[in-house]
């Protein structure tokens, strides 16, 4: 009996189909285009996290980010990066993040989709991980992974980060 309702839930599914989206996500936080804000404060007085003028350890930052085909902000928009992050770490010189955010799909083949992304984020690092744990539209019921890595950083006011996701839906 049990057997026999997984094998109708795969049927209602239909098979699952991996997919590779390439993004680059435009993080502002200072300047005209300002895509991000401290909503939570946790205390001035720790250590800032790797140098940011933002984070504190406890701080809360709400993002809406553009996400884009190339690198520059003139490349074609494919959505929007929204979610928060918030400041995990309580050491200065190790700044790492808890992240979760959807990537909203505007454009494409993927256009009205979702993806839900979340994980820990050490900054510092080259490449970060982080998990696709849902989605919607063409990306219902997704599993898989997001390789996201800092192109461009300056001082904590502008971060542009590379997304490779890798999905399954």
Not at 79 to 86: D, M, P
Not at 89 to 100: A, F, I, Q
Not at 121 to 143: I, K, Q, W
Request: hydrophobic share 45%; net charge negative.
């Amino acid at each position: 009996m049990f057997m026999a309702f997984v094998v109708s839930l795969a049927c209602a599914f239909g098979p699952q189909q991996s997919h590779h989206l390439h993004l680059y996500m435009h993080d502002f936080a200072a300047g005209p285009n300002v895509s991000t804000i401290r909503v939570g404060v946790a205390h001035d007085t720790g250590p800032l996290l790797g140098g940011s003028k933002l984070w504190r350890f406890g701080d809360m930052v709400v993002m809406d980010d553009a996400l884009t085909e190339g690198p520059g902000m003139g490349s074609r928009a494919l959505g929007r990066a929204q979610g928060f992050y918030i400041a995990a770490s309580s050491k200065g010189s190790d700044p790492t993040l808890h992240m979760s955010f959807d990537l909203l799909l505007t454009s494409g083949p993927y256009n009205g989709s979702t993806l839900a992304v979340t994980g820990r984020d050490n900054v510092m690092a080259p490449v970060r991980e982080l998990s696709v744990v849902g989605g919607m539209g063409r990306f219902r019921m997704a599993t898989g992974y997001v390789l996201m890595q800092t192109v461009e950083w300056w001082h904590g006011e502008y971060a542009l980060l590379e997304l490779d996701v890798y999905v399954h839906a």
